[in-house]
């Protein structure tokens, strides 16, 4: 059970650290730099509270708070009309945050923001973004941010510049003045939920399943949206991450702000902190499980609904949601592991059985796997066995990969296109292909479509670039391909609809059959560059949507010498 001992709102600003002299110390010791105890990051004024778990070899805690950090990015989010949380605008919290920055709406950080949104700085990024900072006014970076947030939010000097404009905002709206005169409101929140969670064991929970620690657990609730809520993390220590749950209220009533019941909420934690100890093991074997990124297809729409658009995205959840249905299993009953389960299934998660089959396994094989991580390739072969269902017999049985194609390329040529419709993609289009040649065969050389077609290239390896018509090397040989675009479609073993389709494929050399062509190819030509951020490598083919990172079909070509067409091996 939880014991909780709330420490009071401070109001004053310069009590920061006589008030931090109360609070219980983490452990510094680390392998790599990270930012100071989540404890020390959490400012003032917050609402804090340290509830502690008995265990037998140490006590958790999980701190409860309002962030000033984190509620100054909800603030200029709601000012910047973008809509990826839904707001809640029938509190009084939200009528006094209108009444006190609405006028500050045309300020440099809001334009900002929703720039920065527009190119992927949206969802969970902005509030990572704040738990890497420092205390206000000051919001430094306390360490260099994780390359994939860094690259969602256009760069190091974007982010300083927003950064600095944050600081700003803060500045002219007397932010810390308006956070100081809602602490009753943030009180309140903050003991709503305490008292939801008073008797779980959240931590213990967590810890005794994954057979792991975290260096901290932290609550950080922002009131002004609905529906929606993150795990995220900071960088790892020789004790586990600091781990956090963005949470938002459930609904909000003239009484006050509410999260749900029990059951609901301590299943929501489950699922946000699980975040923290999934998505580290599949960043391990990325590789590996993008091998299976064609089973996304069939539930492409439904993930992206839910803003799951890339195949790594779509793992963690099966495995996430996966674990909350055991742990609803084991902790809240039959019934609501059943309940939990159909919800999952509803919803799109189609792999839930095969995943839920193996960490069964796990549950009853502990001394073997004492960690979810020493089970986890486990789980990498589920993906990998599914894969292999999904593709039909022998899918993955080839002798020419495109793995295949790129492991035994010793001297290597790249044919670019002369004929694309419109110049200025044509331009970008050859840019891009010197960029890739430079970073991935610096030896090279690149032919154009029509020097090719006048040399013997029999002894190269080839990767050709370009659409069907505006590469005339694969002009010369369209009609013995046995794929086509028509349209918005490709034609390959069936049809594929849809806007910016790619197609990656090996092809037999057409000067000599015993040597590989690799063919990087699309609808349209501005749709091949930066193609290679498509996962691909493990089949002889690949179809993919725009610079999405997993394919929506894949497979191996049914093979007879050097005729190539789509058998009984691709479905």
């Not at 805690?61 to 962030?67: G, K, L, N, S, T």
């Not at 900002?112 to 704040?130: Q, S, Y």
């Not at 040597?515 to 996962?535: P, S």
Request: aromatic letters at 12%; proline letters at 5%.
């Amino acid at each position: 059970m939880f014991r909780f001992s709330t420490i009071s709102l401070i109001l004053c600003v310069t009590l920061v650290s006589a008030c931090r002299g109360m609070e219980p110390q983490a452990d510094l010791e680390q392998s790599t730099p990270v930012p100071p105890p989540t404890q020390d990051r959490l400012l003032t004024p917050t609402v804090q509270s340290h509830p502690t778990v008995s265990t037998d070899a140490a006590q958790s805690q999980i701190e409860i708070a309002v962030d000033p950090r984190t509620e100054l990015i909800a603030i200029v989010q709601l000012l910047s009309g973008v809509d990826q949380m839904r707001v809640l605008d029938n509190s009084n919290y939200y009528r006094a945050v209108q009444d006190h920055f609405a006028a500050y709406d045309q300020h440099p950080v809001v334009t900002l923001f929703r720039d920065m949104n527009e190119a992927g700085f949206g969802f969970d990024a902005p509030f990572n973004l704040a738990i890497y900072l420092t205390d206000l006014p000051d919001m430094t970076l306390t360490q260099p941010l994780p390359e994939e947030l860094l690259w969602r939010a256009g760069g190091s000097e974007q982010i300083e510049q927003f950064i600095e404009q944050l600081r700003d905002f803060a500045d002219v709206t007397d932010f810390m003045g308006f956070f100081a005169s809602q602490s009753a409101v943030y009180q309140d929140a903050v003991t709503i939920i305490e008292t939801t969670l008073q008797d779980t064991d959240m931590v213990a929970t967590l810890e005794a399943y994954y057979g792991m620690p975290q260096q901290s657990y932290s609550i950080v609730t922002t009131l002004l949206f609905t529906g929606r809520g993150y795990g995220i993390r900071s960088s790892s220590t020789v004790d586990g991450y600091d781990t956090f749950v963005i949470l938002t209220p459930h609904s909000a009533t003239s009484r006050g702000f509410a999260f749900g019941n029990q059951p609901s909420l301590e299943s929501h934690l489950w699922h946000e902190f699980s975040h923290s100890f999934v998505n580290p093991l599949s960043e391990i074997y990325v590789d590996k499980l993008l091998e299976s990124q064609m089973l996304g297809a069939p539930i492409d729409q439904q993930m992206r609904n839910m803003n799951y658009g890339i195949w790594l995205a779509v793992v963690n959840e099966h495995v996430v949601r996966a674990i909350t249905t055991r742990l609803a299993y084991q902790e809240q009953g039959q019934i609501m592991g059943d309940s939990e389960r159909e919800i999952h299934k509803s919803r799109g998660f189609i792999y839930l059985d095969a995943i839920l089959e193996q960490l069964a396994l796990y549950e009853t094989s502990r001394t073997q796997y004492p960690t979810f991580a020493d089970f986890y390739p486990q789980i990498v072969a589920t993906f990998d066995a599914l894969a292999l269902d999904y593709l039909g017999g022998e899918a993955y049985l080839s002798d020419r990969t495109v793995n295949d194609v790129l492991d035994e390329a010793q001297a290597v040529t790249i044919v670019a296109p002369t004929n694309e419709d419109d110049a200025a993609t044509q331009a970008a289009l050859s840019d891009f292909i010197e960029n890739y040649r430079d970073w991935f065969y610096p030896d090279a050389p690149i032919l154009d479509d029509q020097t090719a077609l006048q040399q013997d290239l029999s002894d190269q390896t080839l990767i050709v670039f370009g659409t069907l018509e505006g590469n005339r090397w694969l002009a010369t040989d369209r009609d013995r391909f046995p794929f086509r675009f028509e349209g918005n479609s490709v034609i390959a073993d069936q049809r594929y609809t849809g806007v910016n389709l790619r197609l990656i494929t090996t092809w037999p050399h057409p000067q000599n059959p015993a040597k590989g062509m690799l063919i990087f190819t699309a609808q349209r030509a501005e749709d091949i560059i930066d193609i290679n951020t498509v996962h691909f490598g493990s089949t002889d083919y690949l179809i993919a949507k725009g610079a999405d990172n997993y394919a929506i079909h894949a497979g191996n070509y049914w093979k007879e010498g050097d005729v190539w067409s789509y058998g009984p091996i691709s479905e």
